[in-house]
């Protein structure tokens, strides 16, 4: 069961892809951050078991992703994030990890957890002088609330905290959001290609408005996905992104801009369903090999 984890044990975080390679360095390229970081979940929770459940999964992974070897670049897998304590305190901590990657000329990539911890992640790029960056999201929910629940740094008012920043967001398969989000979208130009428009018209590729940035960071919410791929998730929403259409939109981001880092949030390992576990480290490692070969 999830509960007899300790999720603040480092040991309990192997490193990725540790049954087939050794523990990289600091000249490594991909540096992995596990951030079990569970606090305003508003619907089912595990959240925080996701990244020590995805680390120890990826041990049954191929070096061969079945085009590449993401893994020829050299993969570190950093210690957990201590997420005790307060939320703005945890929010710190995930974003020095970050900025200890990214200062290095890094590629991070974080593993939650809940969604808040993309804010850490976003603040973190920038402690480390990455001004010049937008984000991409593929979510089921805009996460565009001021708050909720009295709560700013709520995982459903992430990407509000983002664009606050001045920082442009392009949204990819939503299909949860109140009027208070779309008035938020106008507010801040949030573009965006929600799934009704996605899915129905099977579209694997499309085009980034030509004066979004260069340099993009990618989030990936692992409820924009179709709970009949992936049911481990908090906040389940019908009529997501099937498994190959998520990873082509990816590829078709990499295919246009410069992707600087990734991450992978809110996967909520059910327990006994060890099939979902490694689905999620293998979706981590493919979009290595996709970042690998757009370099």
Same mark, same amino acid.
């Given at each position: 069961?999830?509960?007899?984890?300790?999720?603040?044990?480092?040991?309990?975080?192997?490193h990725f892809l540790g049954s087939e390679i050794e523990q990289g360095g600091d000249d490594a390229f991909f540096h992995v951050i596990p951030v079990p970081y569970?606090?305003?979940?508003?619907?089912?929770?595990?959240?925080?078991?996701?990244?020590?459940?995805?680390?120890?999964?990826?041990?049954?992974?191929?070096?061969?992703?079945?085009?590449?070897?993401?893994?020829?670049?050299?993969?570190?897998?950093?210690?957990?994030?201590?997420?005790?304590?307060?939320?703005?305190?945890?929010?710190?901590?995930?974003?020095?990890?970050?900025?200890?990657?990214?200062?290095?000329?890094?590629?991070?990539?974080?593993?939650?957890?809940?969604?808040?911890?993309?804010?850490?992640?976003?603040?973190?790029?920038?402690?480390?002088?990455?001004?010049?960056?937008?984000?991409?999201?593929?979510? &089921?929910?805009?996460?565009?609330? =001021? @708050? #909720? +629940?009295?709560?700013?740094?709520?995982?459903?008012?992430? /990407?509000?905290?983002? %664009?606050?920043?001045?920082?442009?967001?392009?949204?990819?398969?939503?299909?949860?959001?109140?009027?208070?989000?779309?008035?938020?979208?106008?507010?801040?130009?949030?573009?965006?290609?929600?799934?009704e428009v996605l899915v129905p018209n099977n579209i694997n590729e499309f085009t980034l408005p030509e004066d979004f940035p260069e340099n993009v960071f990618f989030?990936?919410?692992?409820?924009?996905?179709?709970?009949?791929?992936?049911?481990?998730?908090?906040?389940?929403?019908?009529?997501?992104?099937?498994?190959?259409?998520?990873?082509?939109?990816?590829?078709?981001?990499?295919?246009?801009?410069?992707?600087?880092?990734?991450?992978?949030?809110?996967? &909520?390992?059910?327990?006994?369903? =060890? @099939? #979902? +576990?490694?689905?999620?480290?293998?979706?981590?490692?493919? /979009?290595?090999?996709? %970042?690998?070969?757009?370099?």
């Open positions: 069961m999830n509960d007899e984890i300790d999720i603040h044990d480092p040991k309990n975080y192997p569970e606090r305003s979940v508003s619907y089912g929770v595990g959240t925080a078991y996701g990244p020590a459940k995805l680390l120890d999964a990826s041990w049954q992974l191929e070096m061969w992703d079945g085009k590449s070897r993401p893994c020829d670049l050299g993969i570190n897998t950093l210690p957990p994030v201590d997420c005790q304590g307060d939320g703005a305190t945890a929010v710190e901590r995930i974003a020095k990890a970050t900025a200890s990657v990214a200062a290095k000329g890094g590629f991070p990539i974080a593993l939650g957890g809940e969604h808040t911890v993309t804010g850490g992640v976003i603040k973190g790029l920038i402690d480390a002088g990455i001004t010049d960056f937008g984000v991409v999201q593929i979510d &089921a929910h805009a996460d565009l609330r =001021h @708050a #909720y +629940e009295d709560n700013l740094l709520s995982h459903a008012s992430v /990407m509000k905290r983002v %664009v606050e920043k001045g920082i442009p967001l392009f949204q990819l398969g939503i299909r949860a959001f109140c009027e208070e989000e779309i008035e938020a979208r106008k507010e801040f130009n949030v573009r965006h290609l929600d799934a989030t990936l919410d692992i409820d924009g996905m179709d709970p009949s791929v992936f049911p481990s998730t908090g906040t389940p929403v019908p009529g997501g992104l099937g498994w190959y259409q998520t990873l082509s939109l990816f590829e078709s981001v990499a295919k246009q801009r410069k992707i600087i880092g990734f991450d992978i949030m809110e996967f &909520a390992p059910i327990p006994g369903f =060890h @099939a #979902y +576990e490694f689905a999620a480290s293998q979706l981590t490692y493919k /979009m290595m090999g996709i %970042v690998q070969r757009y370099r």
